[in-house]
T-cell receptor, first 115, second 114 residues
Framework: ETGVTQSPTHLIKTRGQQVTLRCSSQ?????VSWYQQALGQGPQFIFQ???????GRGNFPPRFSGLQFPNYSSELNVNALELDDSALYLC??????????????FGPGTRLTVT | GENVEQHPSTLSVQEGDSAVIKCTYS??????FPWYKQELGKGPQLIID?????GEKKDQRIAVTLNKTAKHFSLHITETQPEDSAVYFC?????????????FGQGTILTVHP
């Protein structure tokens, strides 16, 4: 086990609703990255948070937003849900230092279904 | 941006055989290449990684090789066991402000038959 936890494990929402997913990073890690994994695909990078600031964003619309808290835990918020948002949402934590130790360790994911 | 291609999409081997999965990348600035194993219902698990200043790395039955000139890297699993059955993903990233952004391949479903 990586020590990265995510909640909830499963979620069903209706199109147009909003959702908040949560992630607790591995102890000592200061960086959290979020990924979307559609069925049968590799994970796609959504964004990364480092010391509470967004530090890089993938090709996702602004209705995908996030937060990182002083304890380095993080939230992913998705507004105006669409059917194509149905996916496994993965959180990965890492420790970024000068000199770059950057292995990313993933949580078990949250399975979001939009109907 | 970076693009990672992974082959084959499915791989079936007999227990004890070797398995090889290959990936190519497009961004010559990429310098970090991890491999993840994902079992059903779980998140990806980091199994081995390699940095661009190294050509090969081995950890027990798992090895990764990197050819920077050709921009491809490979995962080698020897003496496969049924518990090696899973989906394997390669990924690439590069140093910088988005250092943590991993670009993943499409995955390889490995099945090891007893």
């Amino acid at each position: 086990e990586t020590g990265v936890t995510q909640s909830p494990t499963h979620l069903i929402k209706t199109r147009g609703q909003q959702v908040t997913l949560r992630c607790s990073s591995q102890s000592g890690h200061n960086t959290v990255s979020w990924y979307q994994q559609a069925l049968g695909q590799g994970p796609q990078f959504i964004f990364q948070y480092y010391r509470e600031e967004e530090n890089g964003r993938g090709n996702f619309p602004p209705r995908f937003s996030g937060l990182q808290f002083p304890n380095y835990s993080s939230e992913l918020n998705v507004n105006a849900l669409e059917l194509d948002d149905s996916a496994l949402y993965l959180c990965a934590s890492s420790l970024e230092l000068a000199g770059g130790k950057h292995e990313q360790y993933f949580g078990p994911g949250t399975r979001l279904t939009v109907t | 941006g970076e693009n990672v291609e992974q082959h084959p999409s499915t791989l079936s081997v007999q227990e004890g055989d070797s398995a090889v999965i290959k990936c190519t990348y497009s961004d010559s600035a990429s310098n970090y290449f991890p491999w993840y194993k994902q079992e059903l219902g779980k998140g990806p698990q980091l199994i081995i990684d390699i940095r661009s200043n190294v050509g090969e790395k081995k950890d027990q039955r798992i090895a990764v090789t990197l050819n920077k000139t050709a921009k491809h890297f490979s995962l080698h699993i020897t003496e496969t066991q049924p518990e090696d059955s899973a989906v394997y993903f390669c990924a690439a990233s590069r140093r910088g402000t988005s250092y943590g952004k991993l670009t993943f391949g499409q995955g390889t479903i490995l099945t090891v038959h007893p």
